[in-house]
């Protein structure tokens, strides 16, 4: 099967044969050459996997997040986002537009403070809202100067994690 | 000694008591909130009591709540925990008022020590040096500016009944003073509901080293040695060790620590478990901050190098038993390092990350201690302070300590939230850590030195190998799946429609 994978800022195309516990793959993140790696993937409990690389042992686990695979190997932590080339082509959308940005809130919460007014120009690193969550205060910056377009948050209101706070453009 | 005793606390600090007390034969009694029904503590407690909403303000601070609780369950003391009401000298007149035996210090030395101006004022007529600084809270902004002037820049601002490092602010410059007040005091009112703040000359790089006191109620108090708690961020601690490495050196400082610290607690007429915080700057000067009145949430330390069991203590003088210790029996044998497992994001400035545990592989084997609050399928609720689990790990000596902790975090692994596990993992690695070169900057010169952690290559792409598997085995991707049954899921599928 072929998967396009998002990590972080790269992006690749894997190849992947899978028979039983032994896998071999070949990978080319954009646009480095392809690399070819074999591998034996044992899941041992759900989500649990016994991984030999050649002869290394690695203990693996799979869990899912609202937006993507986590994948904790080694005492790292990736993020993975795997697509189906057919599926992918059907509903593309574009990253990183520029223009506008939205600023989220990183984690459920509450709107303590709203710092800024709708139709405000703001600098860059300016904060634009307090969210606060665990007793800690966490204030979103401007991650770019411009306009606030569109002011979602009110102070004394609950978010959830991804919620539209500030619209910039 | 009691037959029940009500846990006034939830999350890790509840179930190590709930733990000490069903070692001692007695019946436990948790309290929960809305969001804590389904919590380690409530499943491990003989008996639990509901208290109210998630807020802790309407739960687990809602003194009147909790004392309905142990008068229901027939209660005949209250354990505090740490936080929450651990410290508030209303709840523990409150408890006697009742006829409940509080665990932990008379009220008066509460009061006595609570605000952090008395406290300097009484260590400082005690005999035990402080920091110079003022010992009255700031009335004004002129005042302030003077006092500021006078003690040198930089100066700290202080909650005056604070902790935490809530309502506390670095200022550099005077014209930052003004903003600095105005926030410090509005965090404080918030988190502590009084807004006095005072103003201490800031010490540079130093170490953050404190001394465990334990007394019985006739009189005897002893001491039971230091804890090394420099790695802090955000004034907030994250790793703790016993001994100091400062005392390999310099032996002596122990016994002078000791000594002041025993001189604050015997003028405040304390007795139980507490705890005197010192700064220690690069001469080896120490001075007095704090006392903590109630148990810290590092006792694991100094229990794995004294052999005490500091709860156990804390119940025993509490049931009116007399230490049956003394100083000269206090002894401290090897070395161990915790590490507080907090459900944050150190890639993201540690961004609490609440939400659902979806795995869970808990580390074990020799000399491995852990102290934990949740289980795999627990959601780590939103409203409360992020700490998981504290890991331990004791060994003969220093380097084998920090062996034996980085080997046991290799075992641990926690997925569906972000910890700050890789980031233990990086500072056991580190030569300077490792070296005993601590101090309360430790982790901000941390990461300006070394930066962020860079990506293994070879670890990626298996990430990615095993994604693809395991996607394929259970179809349905995260982003794809039809159910929204979590509001995690609910905000990524919002994320990813925009």
Redesign the interface.
């Given at each position: 099967?072929k998967?396009i994978?998002r990590?972080?800022a790269?992006q690749?195309m894997?190849d992947?044969q899978?028979e039983q516990d032994q896998?071999r793959?070949s990978?080319e993140w954009n646009g480095h050459p392809a690399?070819g790696?074999s591998?034996r993937?044992l899941?041992v409990e759900p989500?649990?996997?016994a991984?030999l690389?050649g002869d290394r042992v690695?203990?693996?686990?799979?869990?899912?997040?609202?937006?993507?695979?986590?994948?904790?190997?080694?005492?790292?932590?990736?993020h993975?986002?795997?697509?189906d080339p057919r599926e992918a082509s059907a509903n593309r959308r574009g990253f990183g537009s520029e223009g506008r940005q939205?600023i989220?809130a990183?984690?459920?919460?509450k709107v303590v403070r709203v710092l800024v007014e709708e139709g405000a120009t703001v600098e860059q690193g300016q904060g634009l809202v307090v969210v606060e969550?665990?007793?800690?205060?966490?204030e979103m910056k401007a991650p770019k100067s411009g306009k606030v377009i569109a002011l979602a948050a009110r102070a004394g209101s609950s978010v959830?994690?991804?919620?539209?706070l500030v619209t910039l453009e | 000694m009691f037959r029940k005793v009500l846990v006034a606390n939830r999350g890790e600090i509840a179930v190590r008591v709930i733990r000490a007390l069903r070692e001692l034969r007695i019946a436990s009694v948790a309290v929960y909130s809305d969001a804590d029904r389904g919590s380690l503590a409530v499943r491990m407690a003989d008996e639990a009591v509901h208290i109210g909403p998630s807020p802790s303000s309407e739960s687990y601070l809602n003194i009147h709540r909790i004392l309905d609780a142990a008068r229901r369950t027939g209660a005949e003391a209250i354990h505090p925990g740490y936080g929450f009401l651990s410290e508030n000298e209303a709840f523990a007149d409150a408890c006697e008022q009742a006829g409940f035996v509080f665990i932990g210090p008379p009220a008066e030395a509460i009061r006595r020590l609570g605000s952090k101006t008395a406290a300097r004022r009484l260590a400082k007529a005690a005999g035990a040096p402080i920091v110079p600084g003022v010992e009255e809270p700031v009335r004004s902004l002129g005042q302030a500016r003077r006092v500021a002037r006078a003690t040198g820049y930089p100066v700290l601002l202080k909650a005056a009944a604070g902790g935490g490092g809530?309502g506390m602010r670095r200022v550099d410059r005077e014209e930052d003073l003004e903003p600095s007040l105005r926030d410090a005091a509005s965090?404080a009112a918030r988190?502590f509901s009084s807004e006095e703040v005072y103003i201490e000359k800031l010490v540079p790089n130093p170490r953050h080293i404190e001394i465990q006191v334990l007394g019985d109620r006739y009189g005897n108090l002893i001491h039971l040695g230091e804890r090394e708690c420099s790695i802090q961020r955000r004034h907030q601690k994250v790793i703790e060790e016993c001994p100091s490495p400062v005392m390999l050196e310099h032996p002596e400082l122990r016994q002078k620590m000791g000594d002041a610290a025993l001189r604050v607690a015997r003028a405040a007429g304390y007795y139980n478990a507490g705890t005197c915080e010192f700064l220690v700057d690069a001469e080896r000067n120490f001075y007095f901050l704090e006392m903590n009145t109630r148990l810290q949430v590092e006792h694991p330390v100094t229990e794995l190098v004294t052999g005490y069991d500091l709860v156990h203590l804390q119940v025993r003088i509490a049931a009116g038993e007399a230490l049956a210790l003394t100083q000269a029996d206090v002894r401290w044998r090897g070395w161990a390092i915790e590490c507080r497992i907090y459900?944050e994001d150190p890639d993201?400035d540690f961004?609490?990350?609440?939400g659902k545990i979806?795995?869970l592989?808990e580390p074990s084997g020799p000399g491995i201690r852990l102290d934990s609050g949740v289980y795999q399928g627990w959601v780590v609720p939103?409203?409360?302070?992020?700490l998981l689990a504290k890991l331990a790990a004791w060994a003969q000596d220093r380097p084998a300590a920090i062996q034996r902790l980085r080997r046991a975090?290799?075992e641990c692994?926690i997925?569906?939230i972000?910890t700050n596990?890789?980031f233990f993992?990086r500072i056991l690695a580190d030569a300077e850590f490792q070296a005993g070169r601590l101090h309360t900057g430790f982790i901000d010169e941390f990461f300006a030195r070394l930066g962020r952690e860079e990506?293994?290559v070879?670890?990626?792409?298996?990430?990615?190998?095993?994604?693809?598997?395991?996607?394929?085995?259970h179809r349905a991707?995260?982003?794809q799946?039809a159910a929204a049954d979590s509001?995690?899921?609910?905000?990524?599928?919002?994320?990813?429609m925009?």
């Open positions: 099967m998967r994978i990590l972080g790269r690749g894997l992947l899978n896998v793959a990978i690399r790696l591998a993937c899941e989500g649990v996997y991984l690389s690695f203990q693996a686990r799979v869990t899912k997040s609202p937006a993507a695979w986590v994948v904790e190997i080694a005492g790292r932590q990736f993975v986002e795997c697509l939205n989220t990183p984690m459920p919460g969550a665990m007793k800690m205060q966490n959830a994690a991804g919620q539209v | 809530k965090e988190a459900a993201q961004l609490p990350s609440p979806l795995g592989s939103m409203d409360y302070d992020p975090i290799g692994s997925a569906g972000r596990l890789g993992r990506e293994d070879e670890l990626a792409d298996l990430a990615a190998v095993l994604a693809s598997i395991h996607a394929s085995r991707a995260p982003s799946a509001r995690w899921r609910a905000s990524g599928l919002l994320e990813l925009r």
